[in-house]
Structure formats: structure tokens, C-alpha cells
Antibody, heavy 122, light 110 residues
Framework: EVQLVESGGGLVQPGRSLRLSCAASGFTFDEYAMHWVRQAPGKGLEWVSGISWNSGSIGYADSVKGRFTVSRDNAKNSLYLQMNSLRAEDTALYFC???????????????WGQGTLVTVSS | QSVLTQPPSASGTPGQRVTISCSGSSSNIGSNTVNWYQQLPGTAPKLFIYTNNQRPSGVPDRFSGSKSGTSASLAISGLQSEDEADYYCAAWDDSLNGWVFGGGTKLTVL
């Protein structure tokens, strides 16, 4: 059974940093792309970032480019999101999602975690 | 404002057929496949339709997807109370080099 468990969320002041983690199990982690998707309170879904199976290809939404960095550790079956210079508009539930292929371009997200809440407020 | 456009709400009575639309452009739906996600209240999204019209195992055949040009649709026949959820369309966007979602449609079973 595929399981994705996010952690690292919390309350943080504007301008500060936070690092999210996603622990994966139930599939061969190093064969698939992984993504971060967020959902602001009461709002829709927004793709944040994607990373290919070998970290060779990475993409970001314009809203986070230059502030967020995605990475993965295939030896630890883990995905990360380093979030710097946080803003109030980054407040959201952050989901980790598994890609259906090794590349984050195209295809689809076939499994999702339950999310970790990030609140940016002074 | 979402790149893909969905109606914010849709509704129907049990047994009815309901369609949810998703409108995009040549850089997303017009050149790539469309996926649909269902999000039940308080839960994570779940893949519901992939590659325009394919159903993952466990999704009832009452649900079907289609795509034509720069638009896509999710059709639900024989509406049931358990179908109440938010539905999101998504596609890869070649111009933005990223994934784009619709704003979501809240389906209510009256």
C-alpha cells in the first residue's frame, strides 16, 4: 500500500524559513517523480514543485521560484521542500504527491499524502 | 484566478446525470491530457480520471471523462449522495512549464 506522510508544518513568522518532509513507502521510491501541491484555506489546489526520479529535472510554480527548493533522498525514501522568505500567502495545507512516471512533466499524480499545515503569520 | 476554468458549483438529484466542465487553452488542455481529482470534505485529493478518460481501479463506471480541443468534461451518471465532493481538473501547461489546476467544482446532491 502506497503511503505518503508529510511533516514539518507549523506556525512561522513572515520572512522566516521552514522545511517540509514527506516519507514514502509501499512503492519503489527512486523510480517515480514526486510533487508538492498546496491548498490555501478554503481555496483550490496549486502545484508548487516537482522533481524527477533522479533529481535531474526540477520545476517550480512562478509563485515560489527563487524562494522554495525541492529535493529528495532516494536512500531514505524521502522528499523535502525548503521554504525560505515565507509570506502570508504561502499559508496552506501542503500535500506530497507521487507522480505516475519518473518525470514530473505530464502524466498525473496517482497518490497523495494527507498534508501538513503551514501558517505564516506574525 | 486559476488557469483552467471550472464552474464553482454543480448539483443534481439522486439518479440524475451531471457534467462538470473544464476550459483551458492551447498550451494546456489543447496539447496535453487532462486528469480529474476528487476531494471529499476534510480529506486529501484522490485521482479520479487520468489521461482524459481512464478510470483508476475502484472508481465506479458511472464516472467518465472526455476532452475536445481546449476543453474537458467530467460526467457523472446515476448521481449518488456519496458523490458529494470537490472535483478538480488538471493538466500540464507547456507555456508555464508547470501543472495547472481548475478552481474546483463543488458537487452537491440535492
Amino acid at each position: 500500500e502506497v503511503q505518503l506522510v508529510e511533516s514539518g508544518g507549523g506556525l512561522v513568522q513572515p520572512g522566516r524559513s521552514l522545511r517540509l518532509s514527506c516519507a514514502a513507502s509501499g512503492f519503489t521510491f527512486d523510480e517515480y517523480a514526486m510533487h508538492w501541491v498546496r491548498q490555501a484555506p478554503g481555496k483550490g489546489l496549486e502545484w508548487v514543485s516537482g522533481i524527477s526520479w533522479n533529481s535531474g529535472s526540477i520545476g517550480y510554480a512562478d509563485s515560489v521560484k527563487g524562494r522554495f527548493t525541492v529535493s529528495r533522498d532516494n536512500a531514505k525514501n524521502s522528499l523535502y521542500l525548503q521554504m525560505n522568505s515565507l509570506r502570508a500567502e504561502d499559508t496552506a495545507l501542503y500535500f506530497c504527491a507521487k507522480g505516475s512516471s519518473g518525470y514530473f512533466v505530464m502524466y498525473y499524480f496517482d497518490y497523495w499524502g494527507q498534508g501538513t499545515l503551514v501558517t505564516v503569520s506574525s | 484566478q486559476s488557469v483552467l476554468t471550472q464552474p464553482p458549483s454543480a448539483s443534481g438529484t439522486p439518479g440524475q446525470r451531471v457534467t462538470i466542465s473544464c476550459s483551458g487553452s492551447s498550451s494546456n488542455i489543447g496539447s496535453n491530457t487532462v486528469n480529474w481529482y476528487q476531494q471529499l470534505p476534510g480529506t486529501a485529493p484522490k485521482l479520479f480520471i487520468y489521461t482524459n478518460n481512464q478510470r483508476p481501479s475502484g472508481v465506479p463506471d458511472r464516472f467518465s471523462g472526455s476532452k475536445s480541443g481546449t476543453s474537458a468534461s467530467l460526467a457523472i451518471s446515476g448521481l449518488q449522495s456519496e458523490d458529494e465532493a470537490d472535483y478538480y481538473c488538471a493538466a500540464w501547461d507547456d507555456s508555464l512549464n508547470g501543472w495547472v489546476f481548475g478552481g474546483g467544482t463543488k458537487l452537491t446532491v440535492l
